[in-house]
């Protein structure tokens, strides 16, 4: 689906723009952070860091404070500033999930008991459990999926899991809308996530098509707001599936799904599966499953036009028309029709499949356009510890092979058709050792990107066993990076350093300026400390452009602080958020909030009245009138204005909502120091012909003079 655009910004900030992380430049208020990853790009890159530095967290960064959750949680923390909770005071306030299905809001700033919460399990239901779907590592199972929140109408998307308390329980998979200000379900929610899709593998339907089942599929990847629309993605537990006799095993039929919901009513408007028509592999013992998407409990991304999402183990037969797309990049189409709009498939997909090498235990990664070699491209790793660039123009497809069969890996690389493969470069084994299965856990997780202020661009990953290396991006091909000394850009190597499958490292800087530009990670608890994965997390801090030196020590003398414990033997998956000078890590039935501090206690944001005082800021917006014009159904068209503070000081400002068509894509409350500015996007995206209503769009503020200021918008569709 194509889609046009009336301003003119490039398309990396398009790929960021709905997930409000403006440059610090722009206004003073700390960013949002409203979906994993802080963009649907999944940079992992807070490029608007104002208060943390290279120097501060190495002379001053500690432990702040810890609140209390119920469960563990695999829910990356997101953080909306300035949030008015009417009764309660406007709050900077951070939001966690956990597998006991309570949605947690806390004071982002200061200790205390949660300004709400929400258990999502109804009356009459309990958790799943791991008896019910073989699963060996996770207790119970709730809210796994890290949400998502739309900020123009301050809302929250969750999944939940539960079953019935009954002798035979039914079970339930639920998508919910909470208000982030009460946490109370919005309109029609919440809805029962129920699916079908054309396929003669796996449960049927009668009619020719495939069922989701919410007792076999499992949400662990984060949601994806893209546009209109709530995309959730769907693994299985631990490769197990469900036999015809009801049974569940490592034999039995589960699939990859991709839901997706309308986000104001919720009804759901397009379903794919990636292997519809599985059948019993004789090479692999019977096993009928495939086809997960799960990304170490990463979400799907997006760019401007198009969603990416990375499969795991399972049957693939598109080169030859078939439906199924198990180890496989899928560019998709976005609702309401989700199809294949392009693939690549790597060469030695058989020998992935038989090892049980996922290529989607690893998640994708969406670059900035380029200006040498292909402009557009995304990157991503799998078990077997191969980083790919690919082109999202022409991704390559798949390429057959005549390296050994997929009973014996081959030791030697296959050729594919993509930008390029750095070839078994992550973990610890040899990738000349001919048992793949010695290297079948080299990379579970995702990429990081930043770029400094000369536009050096640096990629990071991290293997099993292995340290995190940095490799710069030029001219559309990735090459190790150097620390300013000339030695290799990645942190200090030991025994068990970033075990259990890598991490899922994260950068905050104050735009590029290298004195700002940190990376965080968290180190799982090593073979040396834990037989299971349970244990003490670490948080880990290196200058962005020269990994080799840690930032963090903690009370012991140890490299790292604690950041929590992990009482799963999943391993933990964990990415912190690092936002207005703080580090929050969410882990087993705590919230660990991290900052610098020159006294012995946190210094807290204070909290505003519910009723904002009249300040000396003056609003201005730059139109008063936003006509889309005709645009044909189906496409999408975005233009923006802008709001100015006029005044002498600080203005304090909320952006109202609007009603589809229209859609305010970075509204919300946001602050704006003298002579600031900000730009805000609008969406026209038609469903039908005719002539929309005219909406008014409406920004108040702390202005005294003019606290209200609107605007008038409509649109055509044809």
Same mark, same amino acid.
């Given at each position: ?44 890159? =807070? ?8 120097? =501060?967290?190495? !002379? ?50 200061? +200790? ?47 999944? *939940?899991?539960?079953?019935?308390? @009954? ?129 170490? !409990?990463?979400?799907? &991304? ?32 976005? @609702?309401?029709?989700?199809?294949? %709009? ?14 049980? &090498?996922? #290529? ?8 900035? =356009? ?10 991503? @790793? %799998? ?5 790919? #660039? ?38 610890? *084994? ?14 579970? $997780? ?26 710069? #991006? +030029?001219? !559309? ?11 290799? =850009? ?69 490299? $790292? ?62 139109? !008063? ?22 005044? +002498? $000081? ?54 005294? +003079? ?13």
């Amino acid at each position: 689906m194509k889609q046009h655009r009336v301003s003119n910004r490039t398309l990396f900030w398009l790929a960021m723009a709905g997930i409000c992380v403006f440059a610090a430049t722009v206004f003073a208020a700390p960013p949002s952070v409203v979906t994993q990853m802080y963009n649907n790009a999944h940079t992992n890159w =807070n490029s608007s860091e104002t208060t943390l530095t290279v120097a =501060n967290v190495k !002379s001053s960064f500690k432990l702040l404070f810890k609140d209390t959750t119920d469960d563990g949680t695999y829910f990356q923390p997101l953080y909306v500033p300035a949030l008015n909770l009417g009764s309660a005071g406007t709050h900077n306030v951070i939001f966690v999930g956990t597998e006991n299905n309570t949605v947690y809001a806390f004071d982002a700033d200061t +200790k205390g008991a949660p300004l709400w919460s929400k258990s999502l399990t109804p009356s009459g239901e309990t958790l799943q459990a791991m008896n019910d779907y073989a699963n060996t590592r996770i207790p119970h199972m709730g809210i796994s999926g890290t949400g998502v929140i739309d900020p123009s109408s301050n809302t929250l998307y969750v999944v *939940a899991a539960s079953k019935t308390t @009954a002798s035979t329980p039914v079970f339930h998979q639920r998508l919910h809308a909470l208000d982030i200000t009460t946490g109370n379900e919005r309109s029609g929610s919440p809805v029962d996530i129920v699916a079908k899709f054309p396929g003669t593998g796996g449960e049927q339907d009668g009619n020719g098509n495939v069922v989701f089942d919410p007792l076999v599929e499992f949400n662990r990847a984060a949601l994806t707001l893209f546009g209109n629309t709530v995309y959730t993605a769907w693994s299985a537990h631990e490769d197990n599936g469900i036999e015809p006799n009801g049974s569940i095993d490592g034999t039995g039929a589960y699939q990859g799904w991709i839901i997706a919901y309308d986000k104001t009513s919720l009804a759901q408007v397009a379903v794919f599966n990636t292997d519809p028509s599985i059948v019993p592999d004789p090479n692999l013992n019977g096993t009928s499953g495939g086809g997960s998407i799960w990304q170490a !409990s990463v979400g799907m &991304v997006t760019d401007d036009s198009s969603i990416y999402a990375l499969t795991a183990n399972g049957a693939f037969n598109a080169n030859t028309g078939g439906p199924n797309y198990g180890d496989t990049l899928l560019r998709l189409t976005q @609702a309401p029709s989700i199809g294949v %709009g392009d693939y690549f498939t790597p060469c030695e997909q058989s020998e992935l499949y038989y090892n049980d &090498v996922d #290529l989607g235990a690893g998640a994708p990664m969406v670059l900035p =356009n380029q200006t040498g070699g292909p402009a557009k491209l995304v990157t991503f @790793a %799998g078990k077997e510890g191969s980083i790919y #660039l690919i082109d999202r123009t022409a991704m390559g497809h798949y390429t057959p092979t005549q390296n050994s069969p997929p009973q014996g890996p081959s030791t030697t690389q296959c050729t594919d058709n993509v930008v390029q493969v750095l070839w078994r470069v992550l973990g610890t *084994a040899s990738k000349t050792d001919p048992n793949l299965g010695a290297n079948r856990d080299a990379f579970w $997780g995702a990429p990081a990107y930043f770029q400094d202020s000369s536009g050096r661009q640096y990629i990071y990953y991290t293997g099993d066993y292995s340290p995190i290396i940095e490799f710069d #991006l +030029k001219n !559309s091909s990735l090459a190790a990076g150097m620390n300013p000394t000339g030695q290799p =850009n990645q942190t200090p190597s030991s025994q068990y350093d970033f075990a259990r499958g890598g991490t899922l490292p994260a950068i905050s800087s104050n735009g590029g300026d290298t004195t700002t530009a940190i990376l965080w990670a968290i180190q799982h608890p090593s073979p040396a400390t834990s037989s299971d994965g349970t244990g003490t997390l670490t948080l880990r801090a290196f200058p962005a452009n020269d990994l080799t030196t840690d930032l963090i020590v903690g009370s012991k003398g140890a490299l $790292g602080i604690s950041s929590g414990t992990w009482t799963y033997q999943n391993d933990a998956f964990l990415t912190p958020t690092i936002v207005n000078g703080k580090v929050y890590v969410a882990s087993s039935g705590e919230l660990d909030v991290f900052g610098v501090s020159s006294g012995g206690s946190p210094t807290p944001t204070p909290t505003a009245s519910p009723t904002p005082t009249p300040g000396s800021g003056s609003i201005r917006l730059s139109r !008063s009138r936003m006509n889309f014009g005709k645009l044909k159904v189906g496409r999408t068209l975005t233009g923006n204005f802008k709001v100015r503070n006029a005044g +002498k $000081g600080d203005l304090h400002f909320t952006v109202g909502t609007l009603q589809p068509p229209f859609q305010v894509e970075n509204g919300g409350a946001m602050t704006l120091a003298k002579g600031k500015g900000v730009a805000i996007d609008v969406q026209f995206m038609p469903t039908t012909t005719g002539v929309f209503p005219e909406q008014t769009l409406t920004v108040t503020s702390d202005d005294p +003079k003019n606290p209200s200021r609107s605007l008038s918008i409509n649109g055509t569709g044809k």
